[in-house]
């Protein structure tokens, strides 16, 4: 239909530039859509990640107009016609290659986060779990998490600090709280949540709810309750004396 | 001479990397992930292997359920009804066997991923909610929304992952290595380095799904490259049923850059209809015989079924996959089609919005941003997309293993649950079901098995059939041949065939098969999609050899194979399997083979009217 211009970053770890490319954009198409164009007419090893190419599986996030977003499902018609696109890797990890980054220390998180310890009392005769519907609306909310970590590439703490080694990030905070709201559970998370998982450090600034695009209210939701969780049980005095004086096993 | 050119250098084959485990499961959806975890629980020093990032694969992408006969929304549900609709939907050419195993364990198996943290819909009294699918007698498919493949993949992940499984992410499997017959381990690639790596195991499970982007018009994502009916043919397995492939008959048809992306069948099991360009609900006139009797023949009748009244028969829209697709193209054909060339889907006159909203959240999100439509206030256009293969590796229903000892395969990389036509909801069910039975399998088997040896040779010959890609001068353009291949492929291989238009198919396959010998990528080996691609057509050749192949010769028409030559189902053909191999001199072998017979007791299950199983449940229940 029109031919447009678009500034996409090719180079890898040691760095790399903003290369140009021109090509013809069609009723309907998304950003994703022009990458492959022009990996298929023009750049061959052009390297994007992406799957589902419906916004399910959270594969290909990338900045677009500096703007952190899911390549899938940005249409190119959000953009003015003479509009240049640019589009960059997600900053707050290592480049891989072009529009690729390592995202594999959220992968080492997930592994430091306590499961679920079910209790087998909340069992049926016949072996069912009884859980309602109001009581699990709040932990599915956290689930519909499709991991593009897009919230994590926002989150201060990761982006600007780089306390990477002290917090674990918005997206994992959500994965904890559906752990600690879920109605089945029986583990206690609150200690490694104030010490290994660092909630002290997340400051509030909802960048991280503002690019879901899954829309959960990671903030509001998750990481308030949380820190609110963690505040009952290290700072309130009152608690505290009264944990003092009839629990044997706490601090 | 152990050494290779690679990129203008020579590299020393000893200086690859060799990793050890007992067993290496490649592809991480959830058959692989439920494989690998199976073998991991019972001890075993895991390795899986996927081409994407964990919790990435195609199983996310499952919408509407997962069909288990918990019996919560419906106490009549039986693992007898389920085995039952499971083979009329296969049109009887099921692996008897499997379609029993996966009918009766598929509600442990749903149960169990409660207890590692997922997290399904419920009903009023708290449990497990379950709703209607295509074919499906009762509500049967447990469900979260419509992401319930989201919430199965992050379960069987969460749990994976702190059980110790090893995982080796973008990490592409390019062929399998053999000791003897056996096997010995598996040559993977880095996609970000392009360095090779070499496992040495005792057993190799395939769950790599299918080989949908060989089509045009599909809802599988660039994964979908048959690799593991390459892998497991090369290796000398057999693969099986690949004439049926699934058309799903709701994907997207517009706009032109997301056509084949799925609408989910929950669309329909929540009330939304049909209806052509004339405004008529076109399934009331696309009912099969065989079906007549439990599907409700006025719109009336429908009404009340949806209402929850027991008593009624099931709308149309909730046939079977490949007559709702045979039935669109239908009316596309004869004028009476949308604006682009589908049928129209409509939930928006049938559910409150706040209703579709609830029920079908991603379907709502994926219209709106994608199409700039409200699936509340209009209808959706829909067509037939490639969505599944029914067939895939052939394996022993117990155990999974191939006919290469140490050799496995699950989900819809394997064939036989399914037969002809897999219902809605059956292929989640299949994953878990049928991935543990692999991981116990490749237990069982490694219990009695020396570690092999490593063939140097083998090795070579695998890098060098990666390298040579990179290394050629000129050649040609492997994204070209792609497409070459989704246009024949749809064309001529697509919903409704002819032997005509199959011999063609063949003929065009073996030409690019000559294309594919001087197929040549440009730039580096780090993260080139070229080079991965090139690296794919192999595979996706031989998947499309093999569909086109069985196709040929199955003279008749069988649940998602529609033979135009040969209408109807014949009797003769439910005796057979086309069953596909290497032979020795590189050609492919294509055969008729017989079937086992059924057992006894199966046999009567699938054959009693669902008044008589209905009945002899509420008897065994009395008894119970």
Known sequence: ?251 | MDRFKYLGQLVNINEIKTVEHDVIVLGAGGAGLRAAIECSMQGLSTGLVCKSLLGKAHTVMAEGGVAASLGNSDDRDHWKVHFRDTMRGGKFLNNWRMAELHAKQAPDRVRELEEWGAVFDRTKTGLINQRNFGGHRYPRLAHVGDRTGLEIIRTLQDRGVHQGIEVYMECTGLDLLKDGDKIAGMVAMWRETGEFIIFRCKAVILATGGGGKAWKITSNSWEYTGDGYGMAYEAGAELMDMEFTQFHPTGMVWPPSVRGTLVTEGVRGEGGILVNSENERFMYDNIPERFAPETADTEAEAERWLDGDKGARRPPELLTRDVVARAIRREVKAGRGSPHGGAFLDIASRRSAEDIKKKLPSMYHQFKVLAELDITKEAMEVGPTLHYFMGGVRVDADSQMTRVPGLFACGECAAGVHGANRLGGNSLSDLLVCGKLAGSGAVDYIKSTATPNLNNEQVKYIIRSATNILNRESGENPYLIHEKLQDLMQSNVGIVRTDELLSEGIDGVMDLWKSFQSVKADGASQFNPGWHQAIALRNLLITSEAVARAARIREESRGAHTRVDFEGERDEWLQYNVVLSKNADGTMNAERVHREAPGKELERIANLSIEELEAEVRQERGVE
């Open chain 1, 1 to 251: 239909m029109a031919l447009r211009d678009f500034k996409i970053f090719r180079g890898d770890k040691n760095g790399g530039t903003m290369a140009d490319y021109s090509t013809e954009v069609d009723k309907g198409m998304v950003v994703l859509d022009v990458i492959h164009r022009i990996q298929a007419e023009k750049a061959g090893d052009l390297a994007v990640r992406w799957n589902c190419k419906a916004g399910k599986c959270g594969s290909c996030s990338v900045e677009i107009n500096g703007k952190p977003k899911l390549a899938c499902m940005t249409r190119m018609n959000e953009y003015g016609e003479d509009e240049t696109i640019s589009i960059r890797p997600i900053k707050t990890f290592p480049i891989m290659k072009d529009l690729v980054a390592d995202v594999s220390w959220n992968y080492e998180q997930n592994k430091k986060i306590i499961p679920l310890q079910p209790d087998p009392t909340k069992k049926d005769k016949k072996g069912n779990y009884i859980m309602m519907q109001e009581d699990v609306d709040r932990v599915q909310e956290f689930r519909k998490c499709i991991e593009c970590y897009l919230c994590q590439n926002v989150c201060h703490v990761l982006r600007d600090h780089d306390k990477k080694d002290q917090f674990i990030g918005p997206r994992f905070m959500i994965r904890l709280a559906s752990l600690e709201m879920h109605p089945l559970d029986t583990a206690d998370r609150i200690p490694a949540t104030k010490n290994d998982y660092g909630s002290g450090l997340c400051n509030i600034t909802r960048c991280c709810t503002d690019v879901c695009p899954e829309h959960i209210q990671i903030t509001d939701n998750a990481i308030i309750p949380m820190k609110e969780r963690v505040v009952d049980r290290y700072y309130d005095p009152i608690a505290r004396l009264f944990k003092k004086l009839f629990s044997k096993n706490n601090q």
